[in-house]
Nanobody, 121 residues
């Protein structure tokens, strides 16, 4: 499966963005989809995950209550709605696919290219 992440940009603190992860090559609902983020000099950090099939969701404590992950199987796309953004959310965001959710980046099989999110006034 090939993944394409998009939707990043520059937003003021308190603002919102919606990231998209579009898939080609196989239907996305076969996979769990995760979002990770990375800043220079730091390891890739798990943000959220939505499971295949039952679509259970999970979030890192740092984004819980502010971010929402969802999938649109008809569009073969997973979204990450990000509200109440903070400067510390600034990072390159990546989507990934695997058969199961995992918080460890090395356990994910497929990755999209990153999309930059910058939260600044």
């Amino acid at each position: 499966v090939q993944l394409q992440a998009s939707g990043g940009g520059l937003v003021q603190p308190g603002g919102s963005l919606r990231l998209s992860c579009a898939a080609s090559g196989r239907t996305l609902d076969y996979y769990a989809i995760g979002w990770f983020r990375q800043v220079p000099g730091k390891e890739r950090e798990w943000v959220s995950c939505i499971g295949s099939g039952d679509s259970n969701t999970d979030y890192a404590d740092s984004v819980k209550g502010r971010f929402t992950i969802s999938r649109d199987n008809a569009k073969n796309t997973v979204y990450l709605q990000m509200n109440s953004l903070k400067p510390e959310d600034t990072a390159v965001y990546y989507c990934a696919a695997s058969r199961r959710c995992a918080v460890v980046a090395g356990l994910w099989h497929y990755w999209g290219q990153g999309t930059q999110v910058t939260v600044s006034s």
